[in-house]
């Protein structure tokens, strides 16, 4: 690969609108969707993202286990195997990650499937992102992790080392004549631009088209999450059964329509997608990516027809110098329990009843000479664990489920904490039931590790057919400085009596994580609504909200553009992902928990609400 400076790469090549299909948001998602957008018909590209950190962890222990593994697997044998036919009549280009930590042998076995099909379909791969081999480099430079300032990890418990590569090697294996382009880590967003770039010839200095094109990946990289899953109107969200999957009708200034294919079930509408696009997206005027920095914070997003949205009005910035690294590493070992209690001070039981397991879990383990645990995480579910007990209305009678878990250094000390909870089952206070098809076993912990590399360390590469495609990587040039922020609207002055209303009343919210961090956007059902959600959630406020978990800084970002505020937590998720002991380790239900909050308005608005 080369480096090159430019400034005007290329010519825009089309005028006419492109349609992408988003077909995969995790691995594990509906391997029916591809078939549900192929039926629609139509589709230019279809993208699949499958990758997390997490994800590439597990991928990581199959390659370790075979060499031809480290991939998803069912996008191969489910996902192409059952729809290569008609990908192949109906000429739409897939674009996936789905190669993981192996993308050559996701290829292979691809290739493998053409052949017996008797199909003409090339298959490009991109590779480069796979930095496990600097392990021991980046032990001995002393690298640290970007957000927790934690020393590098000892380079023999390091699973994987992934870069966040961008759009532009998918671009140059489209431009070769790529049928199906295959990848280990990219932005998730990448694969869309990359669609948007090739089908229109983009330049990689026209950063608002290259920002409203990862707008267009970011609103379908979650699968059916734009089309009415894990929407704050869930009762409004028709025929979940049938959810359709998202499509992207995409012009050339890189606008885009949303839409889902005719008779499926589910929703698109202006909170859906709203919703989605503030979705993990953290300073929405910085929201960084390999190909270029983006400012979602005027994006507008309108109603245009029933089940279609417009999102329109991203801008954007020249890309950071560096990429984004992800490493995931072995922390240990963790054992956890789901123990249900039913009764009198129920609440009360499972806490004395957890306090006395792990007291004697420890007690062993001192007589052995052994340490304690790392860390242990005790929370009880209907006694406001997840809420904060100040939220909570309670009498003595209750149903609790108790969630204990720890984490230790040596497998063995993990699972005695089971034996221990096992062993008091006949000698605790009634009112204990179990629903467990076997013990669980204790589990590695694997835990992430982020840092920078400059994007010169980085050297993607493409091949088409097993043959290079040569390739030339942009820096493009000319910055232009951030926009500044616009300023909060405040509350007009009145003499009406307010009143409160639960901000759910007033709000979509979804929430999720960034690492140890929680993001929660709230965006209001109506602008002139916003003054009054913003003066009861401030900073401080939504602090006081999260007290339990113990949060970091909170920082607070205003979206203009759709009247929404998005929320970003530090150090709030017990480690985040699987490293974290907690019950809501991702921040899924933080936003349920901020929904519940009062927010004071003028009775008018509270008659018009309630």
Request: include cysteine; charge should be negative; aromatic fraction near 6%.
């Amino acid at each position: 690969m080369t480096m090159k400076t430019t400034e005007n790469q290329s010519s825009s090549k089309r005028k006419q609108p492109i349609r992408i299909g988003g077909a995969c948001g995790f691995w594990g998602d509906s391997s029916a969707s591809t078939g549900q957008l192929l039926r629609a018909g139509g589709l230019d590209y279809i993208v699949y993202d499958y990758l997390a950190e997490i994800t590439l962890s597990i991928m990581a222990r199959a390659r370790q286990k075979s060499p031809d593994l480290g991939y998803a697997t069912d996008f191969v044998e489910q996902v192409l195997g059952l729809n290569l036919k008609a990908i192949a009549e109906s000429k739409t280009k897939i674009l996936s990650n789905a190669g993981g930590v192996n993308p050559e042998s996701c290829a292979s076995k691809i290739r493998e499937l053409i052949a017996a099909q008797k199909l003409d379909l090339k298959v490009a791969v991109v590779t480069g992102d796979d930095l496990l081999a600097e392990a021991g480099t980046y032990q001995a430079a002393g690298v640290t992790e970007m957000f927790s300032h934690e020393a590098y990890p000892k380079s023999e418990k390091v699973a994987s080392i992934n870069a966040y590569l961008g759009a532009q090697p998918v671009v140059a294996a489209l431009d070769a004549g790529a049928d199906i382009v295959i990848t280990g880590r990219c932005a998730d967003s990448a694969l869309t631009l990359a669609a948007c770039a090739h089908a229109f010839g983009w330049d990689w200095a026209d950063y608002d088209r290259l920002s409203a094109g990862s707008l267009v990946g970011h609103l379908l990289e979650c699968g059916t999450q734009v089309t009415g899953g894990n929407f704050t109107d869930w009762r409004d969200v028709p025929d979940v059964k049938k959810i359709g999957y998202p499509i992207a009708t995409v012009y050339e200034d890189g606008s885009c329509d949303l839409s889902k294919p005719d008779g499926s079930g589910g929703l698109v509408s202006v909170g859906t997608v709203a919703e989605q696009m503030i979705y993990e997206i953290g300073d929405p005027q910085a929201y960084l990516l390999p190909d270029v920095t983006c400012d979602f914070s005027q994006v507008k997003v309108e109603a245009k027809a029933a089940d279609c949205v417009h999102v329109s009005g991203a801008k954007g910035r020249s890309a950071p110098e560096s990429l984004k690294v992800s490493a995931t590493w072995a922390d240990g070992f963790r054992i956890g329990l789901m123990i249900p209690y039913v009764g009198f001070d129920a609440g009360e039981k499972a806490q004395v009843f957890a306090d006395l397991a792990l007291g004697r879990a420890e007690t062993v383990m001192k007589k052995l000479g052994a340490p304690g645990y790392q860390e242990v995480s005790v929370e009880i579910v209907g006694a406001g664990s997840q809420v904060g007990a100040a939220s909570v209305s309670r009498g003595t009678y209750e149903e609790v489920v108790l969630k204990i878990a720890a984490r230790h250094v040596d497998q063995r000390a993990a699972g005695l904490l089971l034996r221990e909870l096992t062993g008091l089952g006949l000698s605790v206070a009634p009112g204990m039931t179990t629903f467990n098809g076997g013990r669980p076993k204790p589990s590695p912990v694997v835990r992430l590790f982020s840092f920078l590399v400059e994007q010169s360390a980085v050297s993607p590469q493409v091949s088409l057919e097993g043959a290079p495609v040569p390739f030339e990587s942009v820096i493009a040039t000319g910055a232009a400085a951030a926009a500044e922020s616009a300023e909060v609207p405040q509350v007009a002055a009145s003499d009406d009596a307010l009143i409160e209303v639960p901000l759910i009343k007033l709000a979509y919210a979804r929430s999720g994580d960034k690492g140890d961090k929680a993001n929660i956007g709230v965006i209001a059902r109506k602008a002139e609504w916003l003054p009054w959600i913003a003066a009861a959630l401030s900073e401080e406020a939504v602090a006081r909200t999260f007290a339990h978990f113990n949060p970091g800084k909170v920082a607070r970002f205003y979206l203009p553009g759709c009247h929404a505020l998005n929320f970003l937590i530090d150090d709030v998720l017990g480690g985040g992902g699987i490293a974290s002991l907690r019950l809501d380790p991702q921040a899924k239900a933080y936003s349920q928990i901020l929904l519940t909050q009062n927010v004071p308005v003028p009775q008018s608005i509270a008659q018009e609400v309630m």
